[in-house]
């Protein structure tokens, strides 16, 4: 059974950064896809980045050169950096492998 774990999130200023992970059991991770997804209040959950099993990656426009999307094998886990954060990067984040979610992780961007 797929289980992930989401954490990292929370309240922070525009310009500020936070780390999110994510926890992946019952998968074999390293040749694991994985991505991150989110969903603002009244909007659908949008695809904001991803990572291959090889470390390639792509993200969506409003993101690239402000996210980086990494991977540790050996910790099963899944990171999101996120720089320059502005007030519409709010909304809960999710991690996705495969059509599984976590249970999401909420980042507000807010002065």
């Known amino acids: 059974q797929v289980h992930l774990v989401e954490s990292g999130g929370g309240l922070v200023q525009p310009g500020g950064s936070l780390r999110l992970s994510c926890a992946a059991s019952g998968i074999i991770f390293r040749l694991s896809a994985m991505g991150w997804y989110r969903q603002a209040p009244g909007k659908q959950r949008e695809l904001v980045a991803t990572i291959t099993s090889g470390g390639s990656t792509n993200y969506v426009d409003s993101v690239r050169g402000r996210f980086t999307i990494s991977r540790d094998n050996a910790k099963n886990t899944v990171y999101l950096q996120m720089n320059s954060l502005k007030p519409e990067d709010t909304a809960v984040y999710y991690c996705?492998?495969?059509?599984?979610w976590g249970q999401g992780t909420q980042v507000t961007v807010s002065s």
């Open positions: 996705n492998k495969g059509g599984n």
